[in-house]
C-alpha cells in the first residue's frame, strides 16, 4: 500500500501554474483534463509513479489528471499512442527505460525513442531484484548459473518485457546459460507468477519486488544496480555475487509528443522537480525502492540520449536478438 497520498496545497505552486499563450483565442492550459499514458498493465512501477505525481499536478494546474494503461509490445503501443497524439499538452507519457530508449534496437516500432518525443523530467530510477521460487536449489548467483548450465533450456524467468526481459537476457550472455523468458503484460503480474511457481525465477524492478520480499514466496538472491542500494543494503548485486561487470537499471520519466509548447514543457518539469522536495513525499519514494529525479528537460533530454547510445551499442556489440 502507498498509504494516503498527501495532496499538496495550490498555493506552493502559485509561480509554477502553467499558462500557454497560444494563438489569438486560445484558452490558457490546462483548460481540461490532462491524461497520463502508462505503457503497463496497472501495478508496475510505471502506474505507480503516475499515480503518486498526480497530487502534484493537480494541485498546480487545476484540472484533472488521469492515469490511463495501455499495454502491450513490451510497452511500445503506449509509447507508439503518445508518440502519435495531438502536442497540446492534453496527453503525456510516462516512460520507461526500455520502450523508449532500447525496444527500438530489438524490436520493429513506429516511433523514436526521442525524435517523437518532448523530454520533461526524470521521475525516478529503480533497479531490478532477482529473485527465485523457494522450490530453486540455488541461493545465491553462483549457484543459479551452475544451475542454469547443468539444465539448459529447462528454466524459465517472467518479466514483464523492457528491461525486465532485458535484465535476464544480458544475464543470460553473460554467463554463457539458455534461460526462457515467459512474458507478462505487466511487472505485477510477472512477479505474481514466479511466486505462485508458474516460473522459477523473476527479474523485477524494486518496486514490484518488495512485497514479496519478506513474503518467503520468493527469494531475492541479488540486486542488478552496479551498487548495492540504500533500501536493501544487505542484498548483494549480481556483479559482486559471480558475475563482473553486470549492471541494469530502470527509470521513468514524463514526455509529451514532439512540438508539444516549450512553455508548458518547462513549467511542468518545473511544478514536479519543485514537489519532488517535500520531505514527505521522498519519503514515501524510498518505501516503493525508487530515488525521486526532478531533472531539467535539457538535462533530462542528454540522459535519454545517452540511454539510447549505451543500449544502442550494447545491442550491436553483442547482437543479442529478443523474441516479441
Not at 13 to 37: N, T
Amino acid at each position: 500500500m502507498l498509504g494516503r497520498l498527501r495532496i499538496f496545497p495550490v498555493t506552493c505552486f502559485i509561480a509554477a501554474l502553467i499558462v500557454f499563450a497560444g494563438p489569438a483565442g486560445a484558452q490558457a492550459w490546462p483548460a481540461k483534463p490532462v491524461r497520463l499514458i502508462v505503457p503497463y498493465a496497472p501495478g508496475g512501477i510505471a502506474d505507480t509513479m503516475a499515480r503518486i505525481t498526480v497530487p502534484i499536478l493537480q494541485a498546480a494546474l487545476g484540472q484533472p489528471i488521469i492515469v490511463e494503461s495501455k499495454p502491450g509490445a513490451n510497452g511500445s503501443l503506449g509509447t507508439a499512442f503518445v508518440a502519435k497524439a495531438a502536442p497540446d499538452g492534453y496527453t503525456m507519457l510516462v516512460g520507461l527505460a526500455a520502450p523508449q530508449t532500447l525496444n527500438q534496437f530489438i524490436f520493429k516500432v513506429d516511433y523514436d525513442g526521442l525524435a517523437d518525443f518532448e523530454p520533461i523530467t526524470l521521475l525516478n530510477t529503480n533497479p531490478l531484484v532477482l529473485m527465485v521460487h523457494p522450490s530453486l536449489p540455488a541461493r545465491d548467483v553462483k549457484q543459479l548459473i551452475a544451475l542454469a548450465k547443468a539444465q539448459p533450456g529447462k528454466l524459465n524467468f517472467s518479466g514483464a518485457g523492457g528491461l525486465t526481459q532485458f535484465g535476464g537476457e544480458i544475464f543470460k550472455y553473460m554467463a554463457r546459460v539458455d534461460m526462457v523468458h515467459v512474458p507478462y503484460k505487466g511487472g505485477a503480474p510477472a512477479v505474481a507468477a514466479a511466486a505462485a511457481g508458474d516460473t522459477q525465477l523473476t527479474f523485477a524492478n524494486l518496486s514490484d519486488a518488495l512485497i514479496w520480499m519478506t513474503s518467503g514466496k520468493l527469494l531475492p538472491i541479488a540486486i542488478t544496480s552496479a551498487r548495492r542500494y540504500p533500501q536493501t543494503p544487505d542484498l548483494p548485486t549480481i556483479a559482486e555475487s559471480g558475475l563482473p561487470g553486470y549492471a541494469v537499471e530502470g527509470w521513468t520519466g514524463l514526455f509529451a509528443p514532439a512540438g508539444t509548447p516549450r512553455e508548458i514543457v518547462a513549467k511542468t518539469a518545473d511544478v514536479l522537480r519543485q514537489g519532488f522536495k517535500d520531505a514527505e513525499f521522498r519519503a514515501r519514494m524510498e518505501k516503493i525502492g525508487a530515488v525521486p529525479g526532478g531533472n531539467s528537460p535539457e538535462e533530462f533530454r542528454a540522459f535519454v540520449q545517452a540511454e539510447i547510445r549505451k543500449w544502442g551499442n550494447f545491442v550491436r556489440d553483442t547482437g543479442i536478438k529478443v523474441e516479441q
